[in-house]
């Protein structure tokens, strides 16, 4: 099953995705978190350290072949294949693959073609993959988010959270992509004006799976840059992302 | 036929990949070293297994082994030469065992066993023995077999020392391949997203325009994905050796350009040059008032002497586009032998970014090297004529044969405009160059410049003192 977890940046996708990570290695399924947004901050709310990133790969595989590193009998998927697997952060709960820094100039449509085939390879051996995308609508428009089975749309109160989240929904609509279902999250919501943002959730059109409030031990994290994973288990955070994982599965 | 090997083996397990919340061991990979080697021999001991150092057994959970993976073969077809194409295959075959990990090849393994194998019983002699069986069905020219696993840290070490031997032998040969040795070329169309009619043809002496991708790498990538944007191009019938003309290549090259080109020289940038795709790495284009062709790669922020960045001249000719007198091309293709030989090859270079030239200063002939002007020497053409004549660059020899001084040739300002009206278009002439811009020197304080000029002449000579 791959989920996906979009939204305007700065509404709270890396914190939901690193709790729904958190909550999935519970299963003791193989899981791969791919952090696919370039200003990654996944690592660090799940506290692993990441050497180098699918873009470093990509860019040294461009030197390499641009000053004729590559020895002419090996091919280059094979190298590819290999240092994507090297970079894949290995923990005992999930792996972690980040995808890093976008494309600098010049042509990338082979090294592209040949990560996609060897992501989507590598995917296949997971029962979970769980992808923190890049923040707006980029990923939906490039179709780099086909195969998704559950796509969560992440929104605060802002009204620019909310509007994102429209746009993803319709756009999800015109380029005919199939996502099995597609979610709303509300996050940061104070509870005094719960009804009023739920009331303007539904205006979206997306069906409401869950809703997170705010909270000051998460923020305390955020600004200590505390792993979010190390929040304790009796964090109402932390239930609410565990209540909306349960949905998803079907529970 | 795999009653004795304790997993499951079949094609179905290829790609499995066993997380390290799984795996049992890891042999060889970016933490240890080892290798795999294929070897034609006279006499091979057929079946023959043997396992040199820790068996599976033998270790602990989680450690990390060194690995060489010895395969020799015997056979009155085999040859040498195919030592390379059949060792290729043990990363799948490897693969087709259940919880056995192999990625890449070479000295660049990296295998893992999962605690579920080892479990069932699974040990390197059943690595062994699946490997006999695989290449012998996949290669009925096997006519004998063994196979020896080393995870002996001196002995794997050994071993990958000799084995580095056989892979720089290898790729000295691979070096060699040439267009000629071959029957199949690749097209590549990858790019007709935003170059709806450019069909890059990868051949073993010309890489791709990006640079990204090679013949081997055409070929691997075929086969993974036959209905994928690389196809196979079979070499047909040869038309223009030295330019690079191929029956086959043509048909396709129309085919999958919607038949917007019916003829494409591999090797020239005149009369019907590769199409260009926007992401070429370099672009060669012809300097009309020498006579010779300039390169400009992607990195150069400067002028060239044309007087437009590469930026502007990747403008002119990208989009799919065939464009007489340039063409886009790898960095790669500069180290070819047969880089634009129906042109000259270096011959005809007469402008180069400093810092290409100084990467290909292997490739660029001896006697050539200090005769190719870079932005340093000649930003404009003035200059640049000035060095080739004090070099003595090979070039001068064309130009002498040249007929007539442009210099001298009757310009008169302003009622100019006449003679530009003239009608040529009556004349059965051939096109000579294209260029989006070319200044002409002339003598009198005028400048022309010639704006998307295409020049046809009636007869070229070329003169060879």
Same mark, same amino acid.
């Given at each position: 099953m791959i989920i996906a977890i979009s939204g305007k940046g700065g509404v709270g996708k890396t914190l939901i995705s690193s709790l729904l990570?958190?909550?999935?290695?519970?299963?003791?399924?193989?899981?791969?978190? !791919?952090?696919?947004?370039?200003?990654?901050?996944?690592?660090? %709310?799940?506290?692993?350290?990441?050497?180098?990133?699918?873009?470093?790969?990509?860019?040294?595989?461009?030197?390499?072949?641009?000053?004729?590193?590559?020895?002419?009998?090996?091919?280059?998927?094979?190298?590819?294949?290999?240092?994507?697997?090297?970079?894949?952060?290995?923990?005992?709960? #999930?792996?972690?693959?980040?995808?890093?820094?976008?494309?600098g100039?010049?042509?990338?449509?082979a090294v592209?073609?040949?990560?996609?085939?060897?992501? @989507?390879?590598?995917?296949?051996? #997971?029962?979970?993959?769980?992808?923190?995308? &890049?923040a707006?609508?980029?990923?939906?428009? /490039?179709?780099?988010?086909?195969?998704?089975?559950? +796509?969560?749309?992440?929104?605060?109160?802002?009204?620019?959270?909310?509007?994102?989240?429209?746009?993803?929904?319709?756009?999800?609509?015109?380029?005919?992509?199939?996502?099995?279902?597609?979610?709303?999250?509300?996050?940061?919501?104070?509870?005094?004006?719960?009804?009023?943002i739920v009331k303007k959730a539904q205006e979206t059109g997306l069906e409401i799976l869950g809703i997170v409030h705010e909270d000051d031990k998460v923020t305390e994290y955020d600004l200590e840059g505390k792993p979010l994973v190390e929040l304790p288990d009796d964090s109402k955070t932390l239930m609410a992302v565990s209540g909306i994982l349960s949905r998803i599965l079907r529970e | 036929m795999f009653e004795d090997i304790p997993v499951d083996v079949s094609p179905m397990y290829e790609g499995e990949r066993i997380r390290s919340a799984n795996m049992f061991v890891e042999l060889a990979g970016p933490k240890s070293w080892g290798a795999e080697l294929v070897q034609v021999e006279e006499t091979v001991e057929d079946g023959k297994v043997e396992v040199i150092g820790p068996e599976l057994q033998d270790m602990g959970e989680g450690d990390i082994h060194p690995l060489g993976i010895k395969i020799e073969i015997q056979g009155e077809a085999l040859e040498k030469e195919l030592e390379g194409v059949i060792e290729r295959r043990t990363h799948e075959l490897c693969n087709y065992i259940k919880g056995f990990m192999h990625l890449n090849q070479r000295d660049q393994i990296w295998c893992r066993v999962s605690k579920e194998a080892l479990e069932a019983g699974f040990k390197l002699e059943d690595l062994a023995k699946a490997l006999?069986?695989?290449?012998?069905?996949?290669?009925?020219?096997?006519?004998? !077999?063994a196979i020896t696993i080393m995870t002996d840290e001196d002995e794997v070490q050994r071993f990958v020392e000799k084995a580095r031997l056989q892979y720089e032998q290898r790729d000295a040969r691979a070096r060699?391949?040439?267009? @000629?040795?071959?029957?199949?070329?690749?097209?590549?169309?990858?790019?007709?997203?935003?170059?709806?009619?450019?069909?890059?043809?990868?051949t073993p002496d010309r890489t791709a325009l990006c640079g990204a991708i090679n013949w081997f790498d055409c070929r691997a990538a075929a086969k993974m994905d036959p209905d994928g944007p690389i196809f196979e191009i079979e070499k047909g019938e040869v038309l223009?050796?030295?330019?690079?003309? #191929?029956?086959t290549v043509n048909e396709v090259v129309s085919q999958r350009s919607q038949g917007t080109f019916d003829t494409v020289y591999l090797h020239s940038v005149f009369g019907h040059p590769h199409t260009s795709c926007g992401c070429f790495e370099a672009v060669a284009f012809y300097i009309p008032e020498l006579d010779g062709i300039g390169i400009v790669d992607r990195d150069f922020r400067g002028e060239t002497p044309l007087g437009i960045p590469f930026s502007a001249m990747a403008g002119q000719c990208s989009g799919g586009k065939q464009v007489e007198g340039f063409t886009g091309l790898s960095l790669e293709y500069m180290r070819s032998p047969k880089f634009l030989q129906a042109d000259g090859g270096y011959e005809r270079i007469i402008w180069l970014p400093k810092e290409i030239k100084e990467s290909l200063s292997e490739y660029i002939p001896g006697d050539l090297k200090d005769k190719i002007p870079t932005e340093e020497e000649s930003a404009n053409?003035?200059?640049? /004529?000035?060095?080739?004549?004090?070099?003595?660059?090979?070039?001068?020899?064309?130009?002498?044969?040249?007929?007539? &001084?442009?210099?001298?040739?009757?310009?008169?300002?302003? @009622?100019?405009?006449?003679?530009? &009206?003239?009608?040529?278009?009556? +004349?059965?002439?051939?096109?000579? $160059?294209? $260029?989006? &811009?070319?200044?002409?020197? %002339?003598?009198?304080?005028?400048?022309?410049?010639?704006?998307n000029a295409k020049i046809y002449a009636e007869k070229v000579i070329i003169k060879k003192n």
């Open positions: 990570i958190k909550e999935l290695s519970e299963t003791g399924k193989d899981i791969l978190a !791919i952090d696919a947004d370039p200003d990654s901050n996944l690592p660090e %709310a799940l506290g692993v350290d990441v050497d180098r990133t699918v873009g470093d790969i990509r860019e040294e595989l461009k030197n390499d072949t641009a000053q004729g590193k590559i020895p002419t009998g090996m091919n280059k998927w094979d190298i590819l294949d290999y240092k994507i697997m090297e970079s894949i952060v290995e923990t005992p709960e #999930y792996d972690l693959l980040v995808m890093g820094r976008p494309e100039s010049g042509c990338y449509c592209n073609n040949m990560l996609r085939r060897i992501i @989507e390879n590598l995917s296949e051996n #997971y029962d979970f993959i769980i992808i923190d995308t &890049e707006g609508l980029e990923h939906l428009s /490039r179709r780099t988010t086909q195969n998704v089975d559950v +796509m969560l749309v992440v929104t605060d109160n802002s009204r620019r959270g909310m509007l994102t989240a429209h746009r993803i929904g319709d756009l999800a609509g015109e380029l005919e992509i199939k996502f099995q279902d597609l979610y709303l999250v509300l996050n940061r919501v104070r509870p005094e004006v719960e009804e009023e | 006999l069986i695989l290449f012998k069905e996949e290669y009925p020219i096997i006519e004998s !077999i060699e391949l040439s267009d @000629e040795d071959v029957d199949v070329f690749y097209g590549c169309v990858m790019c007709q997203s935003f170059a709806p009619t450019h069909v890059c043809v990868v223009d050796e030295v330019k690079g003309e #191929y029956s053409i003035k200059d640049m /004529r000035a060095f080739l004549e004090e070099k003595g660059h090979p070039i001068l020899d064309r130009l002498e044969g040249t007929p007539g &001084e442009v210099e001298e040739a009757p310009v008169q300002e302003e @009622e100019s405009v006449e003679y530009a &009206e003239m009608d040529m278009e009556a +004349m059965p002439v051939a096109p000579v $160059a294209y $260029a989006p &811009e070319f200044t002409m020197p %002339a003598s009198g304080g005028v400048k022309i410049i010639f704006k």
